[in-house]
């Protein structure tokens, strides 16, 4: 099977995954197209809910393992699109649709290069593919879900719109709310202890403050305010003020050090963390992989957004077709050449680095 064949198969399927609804947690049909491209290949795969996974036929335990990953889940289409998001149309050369960029211009690369080099026998590495679910809402039947199910990894490529440069860092996310509290009175009475005016040195606390370690790949820590919620009535002053803070985590602390510095720090009445699983993740600049990108024209730097290498506990890289910033937008899109650029760029980085 050459590189161009199978490359004409996975724009085909790609169409296809863009006729069929995936949001999170509804992949069913979109799995079952998955399943039916291994199916034809001949390839052994695991369904584990709608996750997809499927080993190199020459896996051996006494090699380290490479996961290829991506996610076959979309957000839901926003209020701006002017196309059907259903629709999978061509233009000038861009293939339009709903998860055409994010991310499934990746998957079908990945699936692509996994599928070119499944019956290879000299590879240093295992290879791993998964397609994963509910990674938009970081769900709890995703990627996460399925590590103690699949083979140990021990190094990662998360295919993502990244313009097929190396993002060999990734920030982390943790969500917190917040309460903010004050004492309950009739609009019509003194109250020196109003919760909506308290919130005001909150805010500005929360606009002002810096975390003290940056990072070379990632910068500072990015907190921000992003709800705010309060009052019932127009009468009522409230007992308390509601805030969400979104804070995204550089690689020079955990995310329960970030925890443990607002839980100390922040002039919150409460402030309570969602969740700590997102962590902020990265890849030695000497990796391998880096360094077969690298030869091949790539450059490297730190990615501000979120994917599924934040459940991944081993080095990661961030690489994929499309550009970010189209993600999640109305008239979704990616050009058919970076598809095609990035399978053979892909196929290019494992030659280099794993056989």
Known sequence: MTLESITTKAIAL????????SFSGEEDVTAHLIEIWFTTHA?????ID???VATNESFRESK?????NSHHDTVQPNKGYTRDPFQPTVEDGKLYGLGSNDAGGALVSLLATFTYFYHRKDLQYNLVFVASAEEENSGPLGLHSILNKIPKIDVAIVGEPTGMQLAIAEKGLVVFDAIVKGTASHAAHPNTDNAIYNTIEVLDWFQKYTFQKTSKALGDVKMTVTQINAGVQHNAVPAEVNLVIDVRVNDAYSNQEICNILEKESPCTQITPRGIRL????????????KAGISLGRKTYGSPTLSDQAVLSCPSLKLGPGESK????ADEFIY????????????????????
């Open 14 to 21: 790609l169409k296809d995954l863009i006729k069929t609804p």
């Open 43 to 47: 390839i052994p795969y695991q369904r």
């Open 50 to 52: 709608h996750n997809i």
């Open 64 to 68: 380290p393992t490479l996961l290829l």
């Open 279 to 290: 962590n902020s993740s990265s890849i030695s600049s000497e990796h391998a992989l880096v």
């Open 326 to 329: 189209r993600s999640h937008t």
């Open 336 to 355: 058919i050449a970076e598809v095609e650029e990035a399978i053979q760029l892909y196929s290019a980085l494992l030659e280099k680095a794993i056989t």
